[in-house]
């Protein structure tokens, strides 16, 4: 089965700072969205899948954010917790077209 996935312009992509979270609502879904030193954007479900903290406030390094709860280390291209922590969140492809973010869903 093919699902159509809608691309959903969200901000400017200088409106997004970089390393910084940004928590936003997509059709129910709750997104984190990160922009990495390198210029990618990355976005994955708002919320730990250990605590229910909010990704979109915890700290980047490379391409992980940390919890802030309890620091659980979330990959931000799989949306895997990293081991010996288990969970993932979804994950979302989001790209930069004209100047704006767009996220799938």
Known sequence: MNV???QVRIMPFEDLPILIGKE???HGSSIALFRLTNGDIRAIGSRCPQTNGPLAEGIVSGEFVYCPLKDWKVSLITGEVQAP?????P??????KNGDIFVSI
């Open 24 to 26: 936003v609502e997509i």
């Open 91 to 96: 994950t979302y492809n989001a790209e930069i």
């Open 4 to 6: 159509l996935k809608e």
């Open 85 to 89: 922590d288990e969970g993932k969140v």
